[in-house]
């Protein structure tokens, strides 16, 4: 069997990924992108450690996450419709207007 | 109790249901589904009477149903496995989200029209934000936290972008999205590690129930994942109230969403975010005397807290006085105030003793609701003399505008004294309350600082009002109409302001107050 902090490190690897890609990455699609795998390294530690201890709370909060991420994601991809319409870019370098 | 055990006794309880725990939150919750129905059904012309209406009539109600669950509920005060609590923190703060909604929803009524926005969809999104604070401050157990701020994020990053063809909405709309689903992915992660850190080494296995969190501290079976899960729901939190490193996003978003979604932002989020943290941090990571994880972990978070609270208010307050924009400087100003807050949640986390806990935390939903009538009486006024699409908010538009239209002024300067925190004002009690709470507790030095601040604070809230009243008018102003919803509002915070700076006696008694005490309060 595979340990449990092996599940654990694959998450938090995956997790600082995602926050390097959020600070790094320019495009908002990518941007996004990175915040889910956050969400979904997050759901690897609550699978792991449910699945260690055997308790279904962690794998009914993977489904609550789930739910989540995907209401997320629709209004997220609205908002950068919108301001894609508007501006025709997605470089988040280029919305600039609110700066002082 | 967790689920699985739930299941494996499901012959004697199939679940801990109780609708009445519930009632506030549903009430609200009706309330936005029946205003979407209305909104799908009625035609355009007149719809933002009757959606506003609506709006308001559920948020008395709740208000309504708050009070009776405070006064005569004699049930149990845990419902759903203890997903959902019934104590003072939690009603206390549902009072200050029902108020800052009803005083939002008097804001936008007109400013709808202006704008011809959707009147019902804004509504709907607002008491569905409203439900979700509450959620998070009823919330005993870290996921109901997580689903209440999800539900309160989801609404609010539509409402900052609900001016679709503005630019400068969708860009703050598209901030706040990406830097609000970037903490709530540090919280969840923060949760998941709480959760297995709190397995404990008979195969128990771990919880994210606050309470059960609490008692296993000093049995967790791997204490270094508990401090990494602690400092991820740290900087989450820090990020949802915008505390100083964590604060980046909110003058852009701010600046940059309609003005009266940048009132209740900077009001309702705020004061949720400090609910649920207060309910993690003083009951989840409890002060215990007895040396051991739990221990540790306590020093930990109060020495972090600390050195936030002193760079938030710094950071804060010298930034504002850089700033030419007003909602940018209100937004900074908001930055100041998070960090007065986290003072009093210092001392609520240091206090040792019972009494004195409940004393701050009282002082610290005290200084919210302060915090959140008087942000929303200063963005009244910026919203009226912004006109459509927010064009003039700059601090020059408010040139001379002191004697032209004295009623405005006078609001906005009454707003501005007690966010300074001038004597015979609602800031003002709310400074003592809080900075006193830490004083009891020692921190000395943490108070020095945050009244020098409240001193460096003084230069942008005054050059506002002298602006207004000293200074020469360029161009030539017609003095804007205000409507009825907006005077109702700008009165009730003035009234509110006065009311809680000269008699405070009696809400900081309710807000401290047990059951009992309340119904005598109210005669009852």
Redesign the interface.
């Known amino acids: 069997m595979v340990p449990l902090s092996w599940y654990l490190a694959l998450s938090a690897v995956l997790f600082t990924i995602g926050a390097a890609g959020v600070i790094i990455k320019r495009n908002a699609i990518a941007m996004f992108m990175c915040i889910e795998l956050m969400l979904n390294a997050t759901n690897i530690t609550f699978v792991a450690f449910s699945s260690f201890f055997r308790d279904v709370t962690g794998q009914l909060f993977v489904f609550i996450v789930m739910t989540v991420a995907a209401a997320e994601a629709a209004v997220g991809l609205g908002i950068i419709i919108a301001i894609f319409r508007n501006r025709l870019s997605l470089d988040v370098d280029d919305a600039s207007v609110l700066k002082y | 109790m967790?689920?699985?055990f739930g299941?494996q006794t499901a012959t004697q309880q199939f679940a801990d249901v109780n609708l009445w725990l519930l009632m506030p939150e549903l009430i609200v919750a009706s309330a936005g589904v029946l205003v979407m129905l209305v909104d799908a059904f009625t035609k355009r012309l007149d719809q933002r009477w009757l959606t506003g209406g609506i709006s308001l009539i559920g948020l008395v109600a709740a208000a309504v149903s708050c009070v009776w669950l405070w006064t005569s509920w004699t049930g149990p005060t845990e419902a759903f496995f203890g997903m959902i609590v019934l104590d003072r923190l939690r009603l206390s703060f549902t009072l200050v989200f029902l108020v800052v909604s009803a005083l939002s929803v008097l804001l936008s009524m007109i400013w709808v029209e202006w704008e011809r926005l959707p009147a019902g969809e804004f509504h709907a999104l607002l008491l569905f934000a409203t439900a979700g604070m509450m959620l998070m401050a009823s919330g005993g157990d870290l996921?109901m936290i997580?689903?209440g701020l999800?539900l309160l994020s989801?609404s609010t990053?539509?409402m900052a972008?609900f001016r679709?063809?503005?630019?400068?909405s969708?860009?703050?709309?598209?901030?706040y999205?990406?830097l609000g689903?970037?903490s709530?992915?540090f919280l969840?992660?923060g949760?998941?590690?709480v959760?297995?850190a709190t397995?404990m080494a008979n195969?128990?296995?771990?919880?994210?129930n606050i309470r059960e969190i609490a008692q296993r501290l000093d049995t967790a079976l791997y204490p270094p994942?508990l401090f990494a899960g602690a400092a991820m729901l740290l900087i989450g939190f820090g990020f949802k109230v915008a505390t100083a490193p964590f604060h980046v996003w909110t003058?852009?978003v701010y600046?940059?969403a309609p003005t009266p979604v940048t009132a209740f932002m900077a009001a309702g989020p705020k004061a949720a975010g400090f609910a649920s943290f207060m309910r993690v941090f003083l009951f989840g990571f409890p002060f215990v005397v007895a040396a051991g994880t739990a221990q540790r972990l306590h020093s930990a978070w109060i020495a972090v807290l600390v050195v936030l609270a002193v760079i938030t208010m710094t950071v804060g307050n010298t930034a504002a006085i850089?700033?030419?924009?007003v909602k940018?400087m209100l937004a900074y100003s908001s930055i100041a105030h998070a960090g007065y807050v986290l003072v009093g949640l210092v001392a609520a986390g240091a206090a040792s003793d019972l009494g004195q806990r409940n004393e701050a935390i009282a002082a610290v939903v005290f200084y919210l609701l302060v915090y959140s009538i008087m942000t929303l009486g200063a963005f009244a006024v910026v919203t009226i003399l912004a006109r459509s699409g927010d064009r003039r908010t700059e601090i020059e538009d408010y040139n001379g505008i002191g004697f032209d239209s004295p009623w405005l002024a006078f609001a906005f300067s009454v707003s501005l004294l007690s966010l300074l925190g001038v004597p015979l004002t609602a800031g003002f009690m709310g400074k003592v309350m809080v900075f006193s709470a830490a004083l009891d507790q020692g921190y000395v030095g943490l108070v020095v600082v945050a009244v020098l601040n409240t001193v460096v604070s003084a230069y942008y809230y005054l050059r506002l009002i002298v602006v207004m009243f000293f200074r020469e008018r360029s161009g030539a102003w017609n003095a804007p109409l205000v409507p009825a919803s907006m005077a109702i509002a700008l009165a009730l915070t003035v009234v509110g302001i006065f009311y809680l700076g000269i008699f405070p006696g009696r809400v900081i008694e309710v807000f401290q107050a047990s059951p009992s005490v309340i119904s005598r309060l109210l005669g009852t």
């Not at chain 2, 679709?164 to 400068?168: F, I, K, N, Q, S």
């Not at chain 2, 850089?322 to 924009?325: G, H």
Request: overall charge negative.
């Open positions: 967790n689920i699985y299941l996921v997580f689903l999800e989801i990053y539509v972008g679709r063809t503005d630019v400068r969708n860009e703050a709309s598209m901030k999205f990406i689903s970037f709530s992915a969840l992660y949760t998941a590690l959760y297995g397995a195969g128990t296995p771990g919880t994210t994942l003058p852009d600046e940059g850089l700033q030419s924009n940018r």
